[in-house]
C-alpha cells in the first residue's frame, strides 16, 4: 500500500498497540446548529445522518459520523460572549484536516471563495501548506497538505535547520498559488515556502505572521 492509501485507510498498520486507530469524531454544543449544519455541508459536503428535537449528527465520509452538534437554547451564547475568542488563548486551537494534494486544496479554497467562505490564515508551515477556517462558531480548522511525497520526507523537515529558524512559516497568498496552478505550473513547485508569494512582495514568516486574526 503507498503511504497515501494508508493514510485514507486511516487504520494504519504499525507498532501502536496502545493507540487508538483513528480520530472518529467531535462533538459540539451550539446555539446555531441549522448554521452550522449548512456551513459543513457547503464546506465538506456534509450529509445529516440523523436529527432531532435536540441533536444533529453529520458524515462526510464512509465513517457514520464525524460531527455532532447538541442544540443548547439560544440565550446561552449570551452567557459565554467570547466564547469564540477563547481558543486564542487557551484550550483546543484547531483540528487540522488532511488534503492528499495541493490540486485538491487550492480547488476546494476556489470553490468555497466562490461561496464567500475565506480562509483566516493562508501559512506554508514547512511541514504542510495550511489554510485555516472558522465555522459560525468560531472552531477553527486546518485544511492542510504534506509538502513532501511521504510522510517520512514531512516528519523530517522537523529536524531541520529550516524548521528551528521559522517554526510558524510562510505567509501565501492563495489566489496567487492558484493563479500558478491554473497557469500550469508544477504542483510540487507550490508547496515550496514563499511559493505562494507574489512577485515584487516580501513574505511574511515565523512571528510576523501573527496577527489578531491569525492568532
Ligand atoms: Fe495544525
Redesign the pocket.
Known sequence: MAPQDERTAERTPGPWDEAPDFVAHWVVKTARRREMTEWYATVFGARVVHEDSELTFLSWDHEHHRLALIGVPGFVRFLFPFARYRRKVYGVD?L?VQFLSIEKLLDTYERLKGRGIDPVWAINHGPTT?LYYEDPDGIRL?F?VDNFPTIEETAAFFGTEAFEKNPIGTMFDPDYLLARLRRGDDPADLLVPGAGTPPGQKPRTNKKTITWKTL
Open positions: 484547531h487540522a495550511s486546518e492542510q
